[in-house]
């Protein structure tokens, strides 16, 4: 799993990326309460608004760590928004996207690399 | 994504500098040990939540009790020679009625009868009037009650006064196994006595739609008053966060958001506090506007909006049926208790009609609002004993 400083998630397999919002962020953001995932078909680049995750008190963006096209949204998220807080790193997760750069991928931290980064917040 | 949009509804109102250096009050040190994430609020670092977050304090207020540090609003006396008349020039409550040991909702008025702040004015003994308004507005408010009531009012600033809220169910019972007298009281009444050992002046009112009491300290006793109630079981500490979501659920209007200097009591749903004495009379700041509203009605109205899909926060649109905008949303987000969002905002009279079918306009989208009656949760006061 590969991390931003924006505090998404990126876990590849293939040319296919699955992305999500770290348990930091989940835990920062406190009770999401909606989201809305990436419409399928949508091209992103790195760094677009991807998706809104929405908790009591404010709404945040949540950017695309890596560019391609979104091949599937998490539909489940719509009916039960707290699966970002249950298992944001697993069952939370937002999207799937096709890489259109992979080499973009190592560009992300790591586990060691986010946690690091995580300490000196 | 934490540093994207942060559509907070709680950025300050009225004027003040969030630059300028934080004050802190009496309770900083017991937020920042019980675990609060503390962040600037009308000029002072205060705890937007604790370790249990926003959603569970607020459902543990709506069912057990709920103690706030609103130790940045603004308490004074006025005093003078008829301190009662003399409010009645800068707010439109009956005021010469007021009788100890009562508390009465109001509004500080501007000369086009704009709200320049809501707050609550009390005699809870016969020393003058004893007023409580927002912490981000007090500065102004000070200095415009001090303009207009020059040489009748002599105003003593209680800055050095806390003042904590303890809000819910379990309120009551919690407060009256160290203060008996506090079981006596009904809602609005404001009582100043000995509490905790040290002169306390305690209401019983809140903002939370709860029954429930605010009781101001001596700063130098709040944290010994904080930790007594505390220590209680029923009891949490309850950030800011939660204060916001229980008050929108209340229906209550957020001052900087709901009201401002272009809004009137009757616009802002608050005709309540234009005294039937007063109306009569036509003697407050901008009562020909506000008479005229009254009787003729306002050309806008703060309503109550059910939101079907996302929050629709602060500044969102409200269209009609034929996406023509016609208001705003001037505080939203989701209903805790409810389970759905629910928002604030102004349109027209003909729209205002429980019932009737908008959209509001969420990231460009419209969804659908249904207008609601306030409040979205029914409020719990008491007012008989």
């Known amino acids: 799993m590969r991390f931003t400083k ?48 929405e908790s009591v008190k404010a709404a945040s963006d949540v950017y695309a760590p890596v560019s391609g096209e979104v091949i599937e949204s998490n539909a489940e998220l719509s009916s039960a928004p707290e699966t970002v807080n249950a298992v944001p790193e697993a069952g939370g997760w937002f999207a799937k996207i096709k890489l259109s750069d992979p080499s973009e991928v190592d560009e992300l931290m790591d586990k060691t690399a986010y946690d690091a980064f995580l300490e000196g917040l | 994504m934490i540093a994207g949009r942060v559509a907070s509804s709680l950025p300050e109102s009225c004027v003040s500098d969030p630059a300028a250096d934080l004050k802190k009050t009496p309770l900083y040190d017991a937020h920042v040990a019980a675990g609060a994430r503390m962040v600037p609020f009308a000029g002072y670092a205060m705890p937007v939540q604790y370790r249990d977050g926003v959603m569970k304090e607020h459902l543990w207020t709506r069912e057990h009790a709920g ?23 800068v707010a439109p409550g009956d005021f010469i009625g007021l009788k100890p040991g009562k508390q009465r909702y109001s509004v500080l008025l501007n000369k086009k009868g704009g709200i320049i702040d809501d707050l609550m004015a ?26 207009e009531l020059a040489g009748q009012v002599k105003i003593e600033r209680l800055e050095s006064r806390a003042l904590l809220a303890l809000q819910g169910p379990e309120a009551a019972t919690v ?40 009781i101001s300290v001596p700063g130098d006793a709040a944290a010994a008053v904080w930790a007594t109630l505390l220590a209680d079981e029923r009891v949490k500490p309850i950030g800011l966060g939660a204060r916001d979501s229980l008050r929108l659920e209340a229906g209550l209007p957020l001052y900087g958001h709901d009201l401002d200097e272009t809004v009137s009591p009757i616009e802002g749903g608050l005709g309540f506090a234009v005294a039937k004495k007063r109306r009569d009379a036509g003697d407050f700041p901008g009562a020909s506007r506000i008479m ?36 705003v949303v001037t505080s939203g987000g989701f209903s805790p208790s409810l389970g759905y969002p629910i928002a604030l905002g102004f349109v027209p009279p003909a729209l205002a009609e429980v019932g009737t079918k908008v959209s509001v306009i969420v990231r460009g989208k419209p969804q659908l609002a249904v207008v609601t009656e306030l409040p979205f949760v029914p409020h719990r006061y008491i007012r008989k004993l």
């Open chain 2, 122 to 147: 009390a005699r809870p003994d016969d020393d003058g009037l004893f007023v409580v308004v927002n912490g981000a507005c007090k500065e102004n408010d000070f200095k415009v009650i001090d303009n």
């Open chain 2, 175 to 214: 407060l009256a196994a160290h203060v008996p007298e506090a079981a006596t009281m009904v809602f609005m009444d404001c009582r100043a006595l000995t509490a905790f050992g040290v002169d306390a002046i305690i209401s019983r009112s809140g903002y939370t739609g709860e029954d429930g009491y605010e």
């Open chain 2, 67 to 89: 103690l706030f540090d609103v130790s940045h609003m603004g308490q004074a006396r006025l005093r003078g020679v008829s301190p009662l008349s003399a409010f009645e020039e």
């Open chain 2, 292 to 327: 005229a509203e009254r009787a003729d009605g306002p050309t806008r109205i703060r309503v109550g909006l059910h939101v079907d899909g996302a929050p629709a926060r602060e500044g969102a649109q409200i269209a009609d049926e034929l996406g023509e905008i016609v208001g």
């Open chain 1, 6 to 53: 924006d505090h998404e998630w990126v876990l590849v397999d293939g040319d296919i990326a699955t992305v999500g919002i770290t348990a930091y962020a989940a835990e920062q953001l406190g009770d999401v309460v909606f989201v809305e995932t990436p419409e399928v078909g949508k091209s992103v680049a790195k760094g677009d608004n991807m998706a809104v995750v």
